[in-house]
């Protein structure tokens, strides 16, 4: 399949900073027959005036979309559908989820009650894709950012995360209520399992897309220095950034101006890798043997359906 064609939509995720902003810059420079649409919490008309200002690119437009809050997601993807329902907006080739949090403990909530990096990282990007699926055009592509913290081995984290929480869907998806769970540790392992979770839907979703719609898990690397620990407090936002240079030796170690730009062809070149592919950093490999569970996939995409519903229908996939 050759890469994304023109005219043609790319949704984008966490555009505002780290990964996403330098993903979005390479869009507009490498892809400016492409139009790109920033979903973002905050300012997302002043986003889009400065993307464009700094790449000459007019081709894009900002929606308001807060990942923690269903509703928020909503309404989101409806401004989304409605222009292009409307030819405002050409063809949706590719949805880029790439915005995440990592929280300081388990325990915080989302606008709806879930655990915060669940609710974040994985129901609201279920949520924003699923109101868009229709809608997306072949040839196209969904991209989840994941993240190695999935293996939960030392090798790809370096004992700074610890490994996923094995627990029932319906169980992660709440603020934890084990004893651990005020606990920065317990906060990092709820990463981990959100990404862990990111995989398994990238597999059903994959199961799911028609022909011609591609999915990928795009692993963009350890890229310390971004805004992923700024709620970590002062010493946790020290050990983060330090590993600036003490990470410049590990395999895994990236930073987001290069894994940005990878993310970015991931996104609209021509495909790296057959869909349902694990990318790291674009690179085909083969995620966690717990990541390849067909009944935990199943699981996840009911449990997901089923906590994002009650407000409203969306259409089947
Ligand atoms: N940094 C790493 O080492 C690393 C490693 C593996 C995977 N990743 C993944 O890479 C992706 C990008 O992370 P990053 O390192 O670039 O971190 P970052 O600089 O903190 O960027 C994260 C982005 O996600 C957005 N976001 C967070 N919560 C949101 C919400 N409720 N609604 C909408 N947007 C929200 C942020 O928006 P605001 O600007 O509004 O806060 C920000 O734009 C994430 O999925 C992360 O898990 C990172």
Same mark, same amino acid.
């Given at each position: 399949?050759?890469? %994304? ?9 966490g ?29 997302p ?16 437009r900002g ?31 590719a ?17 709806d009650?879930?655990e ?8 609201g990007?279920?949520?924003? %894709?699923?109101r ?14 994941? *993240?190695?913290?999935?293996f939960?081995?030392?090798r ?32 990092r ?5 959100s ?17 011609? %719609?591609?999915?990928?898990?795009y ?12 709620e ?10 330090s590993?600036?240079h ?24 021509a ?15 083969? *995620? ?10 199943a699981?996840l ?17």
């Amino acid at each position: 399949m050759p890469a %994304i064609p023109s005219p043609g939509t790319v949704l984008l995720t966490g555009a505002g900073r780290g990964l996403g902003r330098v993903t979005a810059l390479t869009l507009l420079r490498e892809r400016p027959d492409l139009h790109l649409v920033v979903a973002v919490r905050s300012d997302p008309v002043g986003l889009a005036a400065r993307l464009a200002a700094e790449t000459g690119s007019p081709r894009v437009r900002g929606v308001a979309c807060d990942l923690g809050s269903l509703g928020s997601v909503r309404q989101a993807a409806d401004t989304v559908r409605e222009l292009l329902d409307a030819g405002e907006l050409p063809p949706l080739r590719a949805v880029v989820a790439n915005a995440g949090m990592q929280a300081v403990t388990a325990t915080d909530r989302t606008a709806d009650g879930f655990e915060v990096t669940f609710g974040t990282n994985v129901l609201g990007h279920h949520l924003l %894709i699923r109101r868009l699926m229709d809608r997306l055009t072949a040839p196209g592509r969904i991209v989840l950012v994941g *993240s190695g913290t999935h293996f939960g081995d030392f090798r790809h984290s370096w004992g700074l995360v610890p490994p996923p929480r094995s627990a029932p869907v319906a169980e992660l998806a709440l603020p934890w209520t084990t004893p651990d769970a005020h606990t920065a540790k317990a906060g990092r392992s709820a990463y981990a399992a959100s990404k862990l979770a990111t995989v398994h839907l990238a597999h059903e979703l994959d199961r799911r897309t028609p022909k011609g %719609i591609d999915v990928y898990t795009y692993d963009p690397g350890l890229m310390p220095g971004t805004g992923l620990a700024r709620e970590a407090g002062p010493l946790g936002r020290l050990l983060w950034n330090s590993l600036l240079h003490l990470t410049r030796v590990h395999p895994s170690s990236t930073n987001p101006r290069a894994s940005g730009r990878k993310l970015a062809e991931v996104a609209v070149g021509a495909p790296a890798a057959p869909s349902g592919s694990y990318l790291d950093r674009g690179r085909p490999v083969r *995620s966690a043997p717990a990541s390849y569970d067909p009944a935990r996939e199943a699981e996840l995409w009911e449990e997901a359906e089923r906590l994002v519903a009650g407000k409203g229908a969306y259409p089947a996939a």
